[in-house]
């Protein structure tokens, strides 16, 4: 199967595949004339990369449990693939924590904002809503 029928059935784009490729996540065997050639083998891997990436993995992590993947049967990958998923939540929840904050922040000078006079001359230092305390 060549890249672009790889890609349709994979439902991602051709270029990400060259990418992944060019990461080294996924090898595509080359015909004579170099088209790629997306056996059934590079297909699952294709698939496997797409499914983990789904879950929000940097690609690093995904060379990582590729190299798994490649060397260790199934339950070491699942093993190896929950610790990941265990660190990708973490670092979701924490992120969502600072979130939730930068929204307070935004709520609040939306408020002071919307609470200021409309001046009639330029921005300047002394505007109310500069002088606010920083949260």
Same mark, same amino acid.
């Given at each position: 199967m060549r890249i672009s029928e790889a890609a349709e059935q994979a439902g991602t784009s051709a270029s990400a595949l060259r990418y992944?490729?060019?990461?080294?996540?996924?090898?595509?065997?080359?015909?004579?004339?170099?088209?790629?050639?997306?056996d059934q083998a590079t297909q699952d891997r294709v698939a496997f990369v797409l499914t983990v990436k789904r879950l *929000? %993995? /940097?690609?690093?992590?995904?060379?990582?449990?590729?190299a798994v993947w490649d060397a260790q049967p199934?339950?070491?990958?699942q093993a190896r693939l929950r610790d990941l998923i265990d660190e990708q939540l973490e670092d979701t929840r924490r992120r969502m924590t600072e979130l939730r904050a930068l929204e307070r922040q935004l709520l609040d000078g939306r408020a002071?904002?919307? *609470? %200021? /006079?409309?001046?009639?001359?330029?921005?300047?230092?002394?505007?109310?809503?500069?002088q606010h305390p920083a949260a």
């Open positions: 992944y490729e060019k990461v080294g996540l996924t090898r595509a065997p080359r015909t004579d004339a170099g088209y790629r050639v997306y *929000g %993995l /940097p690609l690093p992590r995904i060379r990582e449990l590729l199934c339950r070491t990958v002071r904002l919307d *609470g %200021l /006079p409309a001046r009639n001359r330029a921005c300047d230092p002394a505007c109310p809503f500069q």
